[in-house]
């Protein structure tokens, strides 16, 4: 990610950006997960059904995990959801490329599908700044913490 970005929309920190894209996200697959089980309540079960439901109930937790990482400001409960969500786009791309081609579907669809995609990876590069901002707010508060007790061991020499 050598291209950062430090604001995002309405100028607000990344820091609340994340914490609105977990919310938005918990909430779409609290919904998806939701309407999936009731799907296969009504027309019987269905192993992709099941499966699906259970992952995108899977991805609420993760979706508090980083509402809660942006919250406390915890590198290390970020990574998880971004590896995941990475994991999930390039699956969906994967299987929105076979439908595609499978079905032959019209350009308007394509089109759609191609700016949700584009959007989803998006959000998922503003909350990687605000991984990458985390990490380098760390070092440079572990580098300012060794420089003072070095100048604290050389006074005490002194």
């Not at 309540?41 to 995108?56: E, L, Q, R, S």
């Not at 990475?86 to 439908?99: D, H, M, Q, S, Y």
């Amino acid at each position: 990610m050598a291209c950062r970005m430090k604001r995002f929309w309405c100028d607000c920190s990344l820091q609340t950006a994340t914490k609105f894209i977990g919310s938005v996200d918990m909430l779409v697959n609290v919904t998806l997960g939701v309407l999936l089980s009731t799907r296969t309540v009504v027309n019987g079960p269905n192993d992709i059904m099941y499966a699906t439901a259970t992952f995108a109930f899977v991805l609420v937790m993760f979706s508090i995990l980083l509402v809660y990482a942006a919250r406390c400001r915890r590198h290390q409960l970020v990574l998880p959801w971004l590896i995941v969500q990475l994991l999930e786009r390039c699956f969906i791309a994967v299987f929105i490329a076979v439908g595609l081609v499978r079905h032959a579907l019209g350009v308007v669809p394509i089109i759609l599908i191609l700016f949700a995609l584009i959007f989803a990876f998006y959000m998922w590069w503003i909350v990687g700044c605000f991984y990458l901002e985390l990490t380098d707010q760390e070092r440079a508060d572990e580098t300012r913490t060794d420089s003072q007790s070095r100048e604290l061991e050389h006074e005490e020499n002194a």
